[in-house]
């Protein structure tokens, strides 16, 4: 079984203008994968948080990498690659830090564009964190 990702873009000729598509349809069978939140702290780390282990770059970009980086090592483990990426949901401590965000992350994404909301928040799960990414991915069905 396949399946096919289309961006849906009411106006296509303003599509450039956008970091990301207004809709994803999943066309056919597929199966979902929800990626958690990533920040720029390592994918594993101790609960309750220890302090050392979520020492943060300053840079939006540096931390967007960071984040972006832990969940390429999830899509990595399962055989899937960006262009699986229907749904991004960016939580930011300072909207200001948008465009720097988007700029790292168009460096993975390429052309692709998923659907996306972004939020501004008060603070994030470890002191320093500006940005926080989590994911829904079509994966094609396994046999």
Known sequence: MTFELKSIHPDPSQAHKMPYAPAVHIVGACDLMFISGATASPLYHDHP????????????????????????????????????????????????????????????????????????????????????LDMIVALPKKG
């Not at 749904?87 to 401590?93: G, N, R």
Request: net charge negative.
């Open 49 to 132: 948080h220890r302090d050392e282990e979520h020492v943060h770059p300053h840079s939006i970009e540096e931390q967007t990498r960071n984040a972006m980086e832990a969940i390429k090592s999830i899509l990595d483990h399962v055989g899937a690659s960006w262009t699986d990426v229907v749904k991004v949901t960016k939580y930011l401590t300072d909207i200001r830090d948008g465009d720097g965000m988007h700029k790292t992350m168009r460096s993975y994404f390429g052309d692709w564009r998923p659907a996306s909301t972004m939020v501004c928040i008060n603070q994030l799960s470890s002191p320093g964190a500006r940005v926080e």
